[in-house]
Each structure stands twice: as C-alpha cells, then as structure tokens.
C-alpha cells in the first residue's frame, strides 16, 4: 500500500511539474505582472497602428510560464482584414536559434564536436579562401588562403567570415555572391539547400575565422551540416526533434494549404499608404505558400506564430525541458548562453553566444533590456523577441513590414514589458 501511494506521489508530482512546464493563460497579478501596465503597452501598439506607423502587430508576454497579454492589433493585409492573434508571420533570422538548437542536438548525440572543421562533413569547405582584391569592373577578385578552419563553433557565432549576400553590409561580397548565383534568404525556385551550399564554400571570407564578427550565412550551412549528419530532411529533422515535441503546430518552412489564409502580408508604406510589398530586394512575395518548396534555409527560412515561439523560447528558460520532453540538457542550455564570441559583437553591453545575442551586467545597467542573460534576437521583416531567465519573462512582437518607417513600437514594447513587473 506505501509503495502504491508512493508511485501516486511521484506520478503526481510528475504530472504537475509537466503541466507548469507549459504556457497556461493566467491573470497578470498572480504572476507580480501590472494589468493596469499591460493596458498602457495594448494603447500604445494601438496608437502605432493609428499613426500608421506599423500596419499592424500581434504582442505575447508571458512571466513564469503564464500568458498575461497575447493580442493583435490592426490589419493582416492591403485589404484591411483584421489581424488575428494566431496569424503566421515568417520569422526570418528568428530561424536561426531553431537551427543552432537542432545542432546541439546532434551535440549532444555524440554527432559532432563544436571545434570540429565543417569540411569534415562538408568536403567543400576544405581549403577556404580570403577576399584580398576586388575589381568593381566585372565583380572579379582575388583571394588569399585562410590560415584557419572554418569549424562549427564559427557558424554558430557568426565568426566564420562567410558573408550574407543581399543583405551584406559589404557591396562586394554583395556583388560576388550575386554573380555567383547564391540564394540568400530563401526562395520558391527549385534549389537544394546542398546544392547552394556548395557554391557557396568555393566563395572568400570577410576575414579569418574567428577574426571578427560578421553576420553570416552560415546558419544555412549549418542547416544543411543537420541534413548530412542526421540522414534527414532539414525541415523533417526539426519536426521530428522540435516542433512535434513542443507542440509548435503552426511552424513550417512551407505552409500547408489549409493555413496559407492565416499568413500575414508584407506591407511597405506608400503615400502615407500601405501597400503590398513584393519583388524587392531579391524577395519573392509567393514564399512560403508557393513554387518549388525545396529550399530550408536555416538562417531565415521558417514562419511561425507569437504562440509557438514563445514555447521554443519557454524550453530555453527551463533549461531545455518543455511538455514533459527535455530537448536539451540544462547543462547544455547553460553553454549555449555562454559568451562564444569574446568582445567581438556588440562591445560591453552584450555577446553573442551559440544561438543568441545575451545581455550582460552593463547590458542591464543600461536600462529596459532586462536583466543580465536576457537573450534575444530579431527577424528581418520586423520580428522581435527576448526573453529574460531573471524575471522569467518572455516578449514576442510580430510584424510584417520593411522599408522606412516612423516605427517606435519595438523599443517601446520591451521598455514597457520590463515595467510592467510589480513584484
């Protein structure tokens, strides 16, 4: 009889520990949050769609696993649908911390060593080669023979040197990437993720690895390293070892049919106007509803909701663990949030570690970042999230829109989250 009370104590307490692992709605006060403060944060993001500012935005803040604010503001599209809080919204570079996760899996696997050169998986990479001169004329160059590898340690930290073509802040890499027809990003034509990157590998580096920091294309390649090592589909691969076990059930890299209503149009301003943005910049307006769907970009290919995101990021904060499935070891969440890069990214106030941007202590001093070790990270058609160990809070703000805007709301949203905690 002791020992059957005995296994229902434990089952119990099993079960309950695994229901609070899971994001539950819940008042705001009984997790120390300021309802009053979150309804200044919903008047403000009113107040950008109203100034037209941004066309429209959905907002997620959750403390201790509990959702205190998940709503949506203004329109879906041109034709003023309105948006919905479980919209999709393509989530560009906040791929990357999917991707690098995927990556310590097979870490953690015995798969690979971080230190270990790329080219021990990826032939290609074997001898790279230093940009040393350019000729503007034809887009021509010369190059110089790395002195160092490029291992996997450097793609995750974006120290590798391999550049990022369209969006590179340098025109000639720009230039050589574009001659040399590497697809950046992601598209709806027929192109394998190998196939690009073994173009890709025969291209100079920036500089030396480990060098610099200089955002990379490398979580592509990291992408593709997932595929060769694991025998899988990129995007099988995360289902099976991410997205199925966190219940992120609106994350793909290309959309099912059924919820192609629910993605979210990319808008620009135009004449004080919003209009349709498409075509520009090497975009292809179709993605991910259309074309070949071949191509999984582990450095901007995946398109998500606030909802699933915010499960992704609440395994992070219990060290790994989510609906009773430990994805990653705490030991293992610790390393990630280590700093990998030195002084390299962003000075004193943070570092980047293997799959995020991390806050450090005069990070926090600075004020409404959160606290140090807040991690965080963005997505280039106006996605933003952080997420903050101290206080247990995440903060997710979804848009859609590129080119010039008079948008305050992404400062103002995490400024506005960090004051909202009473406790």
């Known amino acids: 009889m002791r020992s059957v009370l005995l296994h229902l104590f434990i089952g119990l307490f ?234 992120m059930n609106d994350t793909y890299f290309y959309l099912p049919q059924e919820k192609e209503d629910r993605l979210v149009q990319i808008m620009k301003k135009a004449d004080n106007k919003w209009v349709e943005f498409g075509g520009e910049e090497g975009y292809d307006p179709e993605y991910p509803i259309k074309g070949a769907k071949a191509f999984f970009s582990g450095g901007a290919g995946l398109s998500s909701t606030a909802l699933d995101y915010a499960k992704f990021l609440q395994m992070y904060l219990n060290k790994g663990s989510y609906n009773g499935n430990q994805i990653l070891s705490p030991n293992t969440v610790k390393m990630i949030m280590a700093n990998h890069s030195g002084d390299l990214f962003n000075g004193p106030e943070s570092y980047y570690g293997l799959a995020f941007g991390v806050l450090t202590e005069i990070g926090e001093d600075k004020g409404g970042l959160g606290s140090e070790g807040t991690f965080e990270w963005g997505g280039y058609f106006n996605t933003q999230y952080f997420a903050d160990p101290e206080t247990k809070i995440i903060g997710i703000l979804l848009k859609q829109t590129r080119g010039p805007l008079d948008d305050q709301s992404a400062w103002k949203f995490r400024q506005m989250t960090f004051s909202s905690i009473i406790d």
């Not at 393509?90 to 791929?95: P, V």
């Not at 110089?144 to 550049?163: D, M, N, V, Y």
């Not at 969006?167 to 690009?196: C, H, M, P, Q």
């Open 14 to 247: 099993v079960f309950s520990a695994n229901s609070q692992e899971k994001l539950e709605e819940a008042s705001p006060e009984s997790v120390g949050i300021s309802s009053e403060r979150l309804g200044k944060i919903s008047a403000m993001l009113e107040a950008q769609v109203e100034n037209k500012n941004i066309p429209g935005a959905v907002a997620l803040i959750a403390r201790d696993g509990k959702i205190v604010l998940y709503e949506a503001f203004g329109d879906a599209n041109i034709q003023g649908e309105d948006l919905e809080k479980d919209d999709i919204f393509r989530i560009a570079s906040q791929t990357k911390a999917i991707t690098a996760t995927a990556v310590m899996i097979l870490w953690e696997e015995g798969k690979l060593r971080l230190d270990d050169p790329v080219s021990k998986y990826i032939p290609e990479f074997k001898d790279p080669v230093i940009l040393e001169s350019f000729n503007e004329k034809d887009s021509s160059y010369t190059t110089k023979p790395a002195a160092s590898p490029i291992t996997i340690r450097s793609l995750l930290t974006h120290t590798s040197g391999i550049g990022y073509g369209m969006i590179d802040g340098d025109d000639r890499f720009k230039k050589i990437y574009a001659k040399s027809g590497i697809t950046d990003l992601f598209t709806t034509e027929a192109v394998e993720i190998g196939e690009n990157i073994k173009k890709l590998a025969t291209l100079p580096l920036h500089h030396e690895p480990f060098e610099k920091w200089t955002y990379s294309e490398g979580y592509d390649v990291l992408g593709y390293l997932v595929e060769v090592i694991s025998g899988r589909n990129f995007d099988e691969f995360l289902k099976l070892k991410l997205f199925d076990p966190l219940n």
